[in-house]
């Protein structure tokens, strides 16, 4: 399965214009570390050159640094070629924001919202950004790593006797 | 459909009738002042939204569907997750990775010891460790029977959503001879917590292999019985071919996996297509069906069940002697005999409890195993520590779920719970 890796890593070198993109490797899967300004770019042209339809996960990190504390890491699975791999973006610490994947892939939409709710990254143009899991009124995103294990007291209203 | 009233027709629609109620009296004094400005919409023409669940017992669990419904048709539905959230993927970057195996077994609630293996791959692999060839052989036959097990139970229940409460009965009591196996397995008849990081917890007594082989037999026949009493049934075909269709792109883009995608006429199956444990050494086939229907996900989950049989078989015949922990001291917990009788195997026992087995700083890890919804996946991160930085659990039962407004758009209302049924949700998971 390297033919695929070698032809993404020609199709997206610098010289065919992607400054930035980065290629590493988690345990056994190729992993693309991405610009977010060219993430939608950029994974719609794995989608479409490079047959992989089906994104089957998002996983948010919170790095708990002071610069680039957010990441996102996509997971994309190609049903032709049995491949699999990984798009990790890199976010803001402020305001962790990227642009929703929501034109490529309806599984997004509820993965974005996940992302959202348990990390609180914000994506852009997103067409029903609720939460997941929590209440609406939750103000906090239980995952990041200042939220202690044991909750906020008074983080629920509960209704009165 | 008839159009919107406006004020003077309804005064007369109304006074045409032979009887006006007392309500119907007060709204006419009312329309009487020129103040009154209203437009009176023919009632069948508005949408009803309809609840169902959290405690509908025909939602699986506590599954929220908020319905609208046009008439008997459903027009648009939100599933409404979250009621049974505990926070496990905060709950495991507080403890070490063998305290979280018994928290595996709480995700999907039928299928225990898949969930303990997958779980146990993922960190594995970030390890770098493998388990022994006996262990991974027994590991195979824990996948297979938790499958049996969870179909089982789906056969059963999604039986009774249309109507057929006796097969029920029949496939809980196939179940039960699976769960007395593990019981005898694992110590636990539904919990396991089986494995281990690189081995497992009992070795595979000849007695459960004795059992094992004593099921497959009697388990094809009492599976072809409880097919019997509803395939050829026509109200059991009647109310489940053609109802809940997903269009084969509709499926790919939702993410969709497992059964749900096989039955879209996608042969897509993480034991044959990414391989782990030793599935490349076992022949099987992977049930694949075009019509995407609530029959057609039947069919591929009860011929999975025989093919679950069959890798089950030879599993048996293949199962080496061996040791059952690999032996590596600093990753793996050494034999409870040894850390009682030898000094060092003690401060190892000690060391992998209290502190947990450090993978190396920085390194991530997924690894996903076919479960009996889907693809059931770990991605684990690193940061030195004896506890995962990250754990993100990918469950097929939340994308299977997101799949609902898809399938249910158009649908009568009556087959809202035939289609729940199919897509064999277990919130456990999806809620995490």
């Known amino acids: 399965m390297t033919e695929i890796t070698d032809k993404i890593k020609e199709k997206l070198s610098e010289s065919g214009g992607f400054t930035g993109v980065i290629f590493t490797e988690n345990i056994n899967d190729p992993m693309i570390d991405v610009p977010k300004e060219r993430l939608l770019e950029i994974i719609k042209i794995l989608k479409d050159e490079f047959n992989f339809d089906q994104l089957r996960d998002i996983v948010s990190v919170d790095r708990f640094t002071k610069n680039e504390r957010f990441e996102c890491i996509y997971n994309l699975y190609s049903l032709s070629n049995k491949f699999r791999i990984f798009v990790k973006v890199k976010l803001n610490s402020k305001n962790p924001e990227v642009e929703s994947l929501t034109p490529l892939y309806m599984s997004a939409d509820w993965a974005e919202r996940e992302a959202w709710d348990m990390m609180g990254i914000k994506f852009l143009n997103h067409p029903d950004l609720r939460r997941l899991y929590m209440m609406e009124e939750y103000e906090y995103h239980p995952l990041r790593k200042d939220y202690p294990l044991m909750g906020l007291p008074g983080a629920v209203t509960l209704p009165k006797k | 459909m008839s159009e919107e009233l406006t004020k003077e027709e309804y005064i007369n629609e109304t006074l045409k009738n032979s009887h006006v109620s007392l309500t119907q009296e007060r709204v006419l004094k009312a329309l009487e002042s020129d103040d009154v400005q ?126 057929a409460l006796t097969v029920f009965l029949w496939t809980f009591n196939e179940r039960e001879k699976i769960l007395d196996i593990l019981d005898i397995l694992t110590g636990v008849r539904f919990t396991t917590s089986y494995t281990r990081i690189g081995g497992l917890y009992l070795d595979m007594s000849d007695e459960v292999i004795a059992k094992l082989k004593k099921f497959f037999d009697d388990f094809v026949p009492k599976l072809d019985e409880a097919r019997a009493l509803i395939e050829r049934n026509k109200i059991f075909i009647n109310r489940c071919e053609g109802v809940g269709y997903i269009s084969k792109e509709d499926a790919v883009s939702l993410g969709l996996t497992g059964p749900n995608l096989r039955a879209a006429g996608i042969p897509n199956d993480l034991r044959v297509d990414n391989p782990y444990l030793n599935y490349t050494e076992v022949d099987f086939d992977i049930p694949t069906l075009t019509e995407s229907d609530v029959l057609a996900r039947y069919y591929v989950r009860v011929k999975e069940m025989y093919e679950s049989i069959k890798i089950l078989r030879q599993c048996l015949q293949k199962l080496p002697n061996g040791p059952i922990n690999a032996p590596i001291p600093k990753d793996v917990l050494p034999e409870k005999v040894e850390v009682y009788t030898k000094m060092e195997e003690l401060i190892f026992d000690f060391m992998v409890i209290n502190f947990g087995t450090a993978p190396v700083k920085g390194d991530e890890a997924y690894q996903a195993i076919e479960s009996s919804k889907g693809e059931l996946g770990f991605y684990a991160i690193s940061d030195g520590k004896g506890y995962p930085y990250r754990l993100k659990i990918r469950s097929p039962s939340m994308v299977a779920i997101s799949a609902l407004p898809t399938m249910l758009k158009g649908t009568m209302i009556s087959d809202v719970v035939a289609i729940i049924g199919s897509i064999d949700p277990v919130m456990g998971e999806a809620d995490k």
């Open chain 2, 38 to 163: 209203v437009q009176f919409a023919d009632s069948l023409d508005n949408q009803l939204v309809l609840n169902m669940g959290p405690q509908h017992p025909a939602t699986h669990g506590v599954l929220q569907l908020v319905v609208s419904l046009d008439g008997e048709t459903v027009a648009g539905c939100v599933p409404v997750l979250g009621y049974l959230h505990r926070g496990y993927e905060k709950l495991a970057e507080n403890m070490t990775f063998h305290e979280f195996i018994p928290h595996t077994d709480r995700l999907d609630y039928l299928s225990p010891p898949a969930n303990n293996v997958g779980y146990v791959l993922a960190i594995e692999k970030l390890l770098k460790i493998e388990a022994t060839p006996r262990t991974q052989w027994i590991r195979m036959i824990c996948c297979e029977m938790a499958r049996i097990a969870s179909h089982c139970v789906w056969m059963g229940t999604m039986a009774m959503d249309v109507g």
